[in-house]
C-alpha cells in the first residue's frame, strides 16, 4: 500500500512540474502581451464614425431628402392648371374674297400655300385643388418634420449605444489588466510553493489547493481576454478602424 501511495505521489509531483513549466511559458508570454495597452478614441470621435457609416443613418436622412421632395412638388402643383398652347400647320389654304361697292359686288377665290400658328395661354381652376392644396402641404410639411425627428431618435440611438460600448471595453481592458496581474502573482506564488514543496516543507494538500487556486486564476484571465476582445472588436466594427496598441511603462 505504501508502495502505490509513493508512485501515485511521484506521478502528481512530475504531473505538476510540467504545469509549472507550462505555466512559466505563458508568464513569459503574458507578461510581453501586458506591456502595451489599448489605445481607444474618445467617445465623440467614434460617434462621429458610427454616423457616418450607420446604414440605418443614412436611410433616415434619406427618407427626409425625400419628403421635403415631396414637400416642393405640393407646393407647385398649382402650376398644372396655368399653361400655354401653340397650335401651327402649314398646307394649301382657299382664301375667298368678296368686293362690294355701290355700283357692283364681286367675289374672287384662290388658292396658297401657308403656314398659320396661334399661341394662347390657358388657366384652370379647379375647385377640389383649391380647397385641398393647404391640407395636402400641411400633411407634407408634418412627413419632414416626422422624418427629421426619427433621424435625430437615430442619433439618439447611436449615441447611446457607442456610449455603453465604449465604457464596457474600457471595464473589460481593466478587468483583463487586474485579472493578468493576479495570475503573474499566482504563478510566482507558485513557483515558491513548488520549490517549498519538493523540500518537504508544505504538505501535499495545501500543494493541491494553490494549484487549484492557480487555474483558476489562469480560467478567469482567458475569460475576461476573451469577454475583452469581443468588446474590442464589436466597437471597432461600429467605428469602423482599429485602435491602435500602446506600450505601457
Known sequence: MKNITKILTILFISALGVFVSNAQGVEEADSKDNSYSLLIPKPSILIDSVFKRSAMMNFRNQRIGVKESDLKSFRRE?????????????????????????????????????????????????????????????????????????????????????????????????LLQIRSRRLGDGKVNMQMIEKEFRNGVVPLSEYVRIVGMTENMEADYETAMSEFITAKQLLEDMAGFTFDLTRTN
Request: aromatic share 12%; proline share 1%.
Open 78 to 174: 398649382w402650376t398644372k392648371n396655368f399653361g400655354l398652347v401653340a397650335d401651327t400647320r402649314y398646307g394649301t389654304f382657299d382664301n375667298f374674297l368678296t368686293n362690294n361697292t355701290e355700283i357692283n359686288s364681286s367675289s374672287s377665290s384662290s388658292y396658297s400655300k401657308q403656314l398659320n400658328y396661334t399661341v394662347g395661354l390657358f388657366l384652370k381652376i379647379p375647385v377640389f385643388d383649391i380647397v385641398n392644396r393647404k391640407n395636402k402641404i400641411k400633411l407634407a410639411r408634418l412627413e419632414v418634420e416626422e422624418a427629421k425627428s426619427m433621424a435625430e431618435f437615430q442619433k439618439e440611438e447611436i449615441r447611446k449605444a457607442v456610449i455603453i460600448m465604449y465604457q464596457d471595453l474600457i471595464l473589460k481592458q481593466k
